[in-house]
């Protein structure tokens, strides 16, 4: 089957940094992406990896290592609008992408 | 710049009810597009996808169809909802997988 690992909850303090991480395992694998959503909203775009390293973006990266079937997402300065679900999703082949089921980030004051 | 509509933003529909919701872009031509589906606090699940007018691809067998009648609408229908229906209905565009998917505001649609 395919699958993707992701913890169900996170929680920091405004300023600290945070680390979602996501393991998956696909039939195939073009590239991992990440995506932000807030409660009752839409998510919204945040990275996509298809080789390995670092990508930074702003206050966000978003690392893959394609060997180890993994990636994960870093938030650093963290703010109280940080405060969302964070989902990864793997575009496995042709048109298709499956996503994770989403980490809960909850920054505290 | 290119956008994404989707309507309505809910919706209360009774059990073996039709249901019908749109979705269109603007700004692009021949755009993919998908449906999604989202349970509460759960990740999106594929529905549909269309490279093309006409062209529809399902992914999960459901209660559910879908429909492309012109180059930047997508419409997904149901003859009879069901309570397993209910959910986060969302449309998707994307130019590119660099660039991921713009998803519409989505439908909240609760079936009872």
């Known amino acids: 089957g395919q699958s993707l690992e992701q913890p169900s909850e996170v929680t920091a303090v405004e300023g600290a940094i945070v680390q979602i991480n996501c393991t998956y395992q696909t039939s195939g694998f073009y590239g991992l992406s990440w995506y932000q959503q807030h409660d009752g909203g839409a998510p919204t775009f945040l990275s996509y990896n298809a080789l390995d390293g670092l990508e930074e973006t702003g206050r966000f990266s978003s690392f893959l290592s394609r060997s180890d079937s993994y990636g994960y997402l870093l938030l650093q300065e963290l703010q109280m609008k940080d405060s969302a679900s964070y989902f990864c999703a793997v575009r496995s082949g042709g048109f298709k992408t499956i996503f994770g089921a989403g980490t809960r980030l909850f920054v505290k004051a | 710049s290119q956008t994404i509509h989707q309507w309505p933003a809910t919706l209360v529909q009774p059990v073996g009810s039709p249901l019908s919701l749109e979705c269109t872009v603007e700004g692009t031509s021949n755009p993919n597009l998908y449906w999604y589906r989202q349970a509460a606090g759960r990740g999106l699940q594929l529905l549909f996808y269309?490279?093309?007018?006409?062209?529809i691809s399902s992914e999960v067998p459901q209660n559910l169809s879908a429909s492309r009648p012109q180059d930047r609408q997508f419409i997904l229908s149901s003859k009879k909802l069901l309570l397993s229906d209910s959910g986060f209905y969302l449309c998707?565009?994307?130019?590119?997988?660099?660039?991921?998917?713009?998803f519409g505001s989505g439908t909240r649609l609760t079936v009872v």
């Open positions: 998707a565009w994307s130019a590119g997988a660099q660039d991921g998917y713009t």
């Open positions: 269309s490279v093309g007018i006409g062209q």
